[in-house]
């Protein structure tokens, strides 16, 4: 049941819904995330449940604003206070250390906790509604199901987890992909997953050195959003150079079927059974339409998806990092 998320009655019913602890598709400026009271354990079980993640996999939960960190967090450390006073609201995810007792079923037994605070206005409005109600937050992964692609408007949300949920159309979601994710748990911040917000305006924020996932000799196994088969289409990813790109498409000619292309160089196929789409050149608007430019393949019915490699330039690592995970699962 789709609700139109610009509207009061539409954020009261939400939180009604919230509040007795049912579940609401959520849109944020990243993708659209699939909520339930935090606070709530048999609620949060069925978000597992919905998705068909394996419930030790913690969830972020997202507040209405940094006055609500103090509920989840044990403790602040001072990079991470000047992240969440640089980038809040906004796509940036920051894995503190959690209270003992609070958001357990969330946190997937984990004794840390991921905290966000989306800038989207209508996550926003829903946010400090609940607040007002003594609900400090809402744990929501992204409203797809396990090892899928995010959904980035409330359509795909339907597709995914059917027509009974009650969501929130907020429109197409602005940034595309999800929140960059910093680990705020060790004495230097670790970047666990690449976002919209870039490493150099996190470590400029922080004030500290920003240290990269591989860095760590105890990765965490359970950050499924960065498991390398993860954001997997139904057909097969395959990045390819330009060059290669055009050579395989004249091999194939009009023989070619089933597939699809995503490219900013502009390439020919001689077979009319070949999806061309381009790829936008800025990395920002290349995000935006990323998993929604998958979706359209799969729904098409291609088998393989062909991308064009992606400039190695630091903006583009949150749309390389999901291509290279959704490449690597086929
Ligand atoms: O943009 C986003 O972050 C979206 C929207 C809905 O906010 N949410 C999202 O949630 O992408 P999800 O569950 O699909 O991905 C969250 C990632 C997972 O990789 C999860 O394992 C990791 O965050 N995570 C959450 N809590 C964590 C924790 N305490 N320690 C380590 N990783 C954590
Ligand atoms: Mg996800």
Request: charged share 20%.
């Amino acid at each position: 049941m789709l609700l139109p998320g610009d509207n009061t009655d539409s954020i009261a019913t939400a939180a009604d819904r919230l509040s007795a602890g049912g579940l609401v598709g959520l849109p944020t400026e990243t993708v659209y995330g699939l909520a339930a009271d935090a606070a709530q354990d048999a609620a949060v079980r069925a978000i597992f449940t919905t998705k068909g993640r394996p419930a030790d996999h913690p969830l972020i939960v997202h507040v209405a604003g940094p006055e609500a960190v103090a509920h989840f967090a044990a403790d602040i450390p001072a990079f991470a206070q000047k992240l969440i006073d640089t980038f809040w609201p906004g796509p940036l995810t920051l894995i503190l250390p959690r209270r003992p007792g609070v958001a357990d079923a969330a946190a997937g037994g984990h004794a840390s906790i991921g905290l966000r605070c989306p800038s989207h206005p209508v996550a926003q409005r829903l946010l400090a509604t609940l607040a007002a109600r003594g609900i400090h937050g809402l744990a929501a992964p992204s409203a797809n199901r396990f090892g899928r692609v995010s959904p980035t408007t409330a359509a795909h949300v339907v597709a995914e987890l059917g027509d009974d949920l009650m969501v929130l159309d907020g429109g197409p979601c602005a940034v595309g992909i999800e929140s960059s994710i910093v680990d705020c748990t060790r004495r230097a911040p670790v970047l666990l997953r690449p976002g919209h917000i870039t490493r150099a305006q996190i470590e400029q924020a922080a004030g500290v050195p920003l240290l990269s996932k591989n860095m760590l000799s105890t990765p965490d196994p359970h950050a499924s959003g960065t498991l390398l088969a993860h954001y997997a289409p139904q057909a097969k990813v395959r990045l390819m150079g330009a060059r290669d790109l055009r050579a395989a498409l004249g091999v194939l000619g009009a023989d070619a079927r089933h597939m699809a292309v995503w490219a900013r160089t502009p390439l020919r196929s001689d077979s009319r059974h070949v999806l061309l789409r381009p790829m936008p050149d800025d990395a920002d608007t290349a995000a935006q339409q990323l998993f929604a430019v998958l979706r359209e393949f799969d729904a098409a019915g291609v088998r393989l998806i062909w991308v064009e490699a992606l400039p190695d330039t630091p903006e583009w690592d949150g749309v390389r990092d999901r291509l290279q995970r959704a490449a690597a699962s086929a």
